[in-house]
């Protein structure tokens, strides 16, 4: 009987320290203007596509994405819009430092191996002000990188947009359902 008890204390306390380490530490989001590239975790490159963004930065993007990725929206309408990475790529172009700022929040992820995805709502400004809220979802694979290191690059990404007049108080409302 004494080593049934032991063995079930074991277990529950083996059971009790799985369970308090589950949930990783939230990620810290970077300072867009001076973050260097980091493709080392799945939030890391989540991240570093927003700071390619916000910098006007095209290599950037280029060193985020596989070859061969895509980046899709979800319309209202249900429809799929066709690869529009080559028409954002050159949107990101054309921004000066700071114009446009992407920020995401409460990032998702889920992991096995060298493929991952990563759900991270977001809010999004131009020149200032609010133009757009929603959820992006990225699909990465861990691959060589254009440096000739391993990362996690951008496979797939779609978002979907809120109602622009839903996007004050957007993430606020997302957090307390989430």
Known sequence: MIQFLKAAACALALTLTACAHTAPAPLTPPDYAT???NLSTPE???????IAM???DVEM????FAPNGVLRR??????IEADGLPKWRAWVDTLEVGQAHETLFNLKVEQFGRLATVWAPFVIDYNGETVGCGVNQFTMAK???????EGWRIVSGIDVQAD????????ERYLSRH
Do not use: N
């Open 35 to 37: 973050a260097p590239l």
């Open 44 to 50: 890391a490159t989540a991240y570093s596509m927003m």
């Open 54 to 56: 916000y910098r006007g």
């Open 61 to 64: 993007v280029d060193q985020v």
């Open 74 to 79: 979800l319309r209202a309408s249900g429809e």
């Open 143 to 149: 691959m060589e990188t254009a440096r000739g290191d």
């Open 164 to 171: 622009k007049g839903d996007c004050a108080g957007f993430k």
